[in-house]
């Protein structure tokens, strides 16, 4: 269950993070509610995760794969450009986390 808290939160972020755009520096209305909805959400749903799974894990996972899966948005949906140091970047963040988790830490 904690794992789908988890998913949960990354998902929940990418939205807040992708709507950030959209909300004109906060001055429309419903992007914005939407933005900080979603990462009120988001910080429920980690705050109940930390108290099952250990902080460095838990915080390795969800910002990895959320920064992973707001890259893949800014370019499928925002149109934002794609360079090799994005791959690069992106394979270097994944290499952490995975890194973090064959530690042993949780």
Known sequence: ???LWLLGAIVLEVL???LLRSTEGF???W???GCLGSYAV???LLSRVVQ???VGVTYALWSGIGTVLVVAVA???LGDPVT???GLGIGLVISGVVVLNLSGGH
């Open 1 to 3: 269950m904690v794992y």
């Open 16 to 18: 807040g993070t992708s």
């Open 27 to 29: 001055s429309r209305l």
């Open 31 to 33: 992007p914005t509610v």
């Open 42 to 44: 988001a910080f429920l």
């Open 52 to 54: 099952e799974l250990p």
């Open 75 to 77: 370019v499928t949906v």
């Open 84 to 86: 090799w140091q994005t």
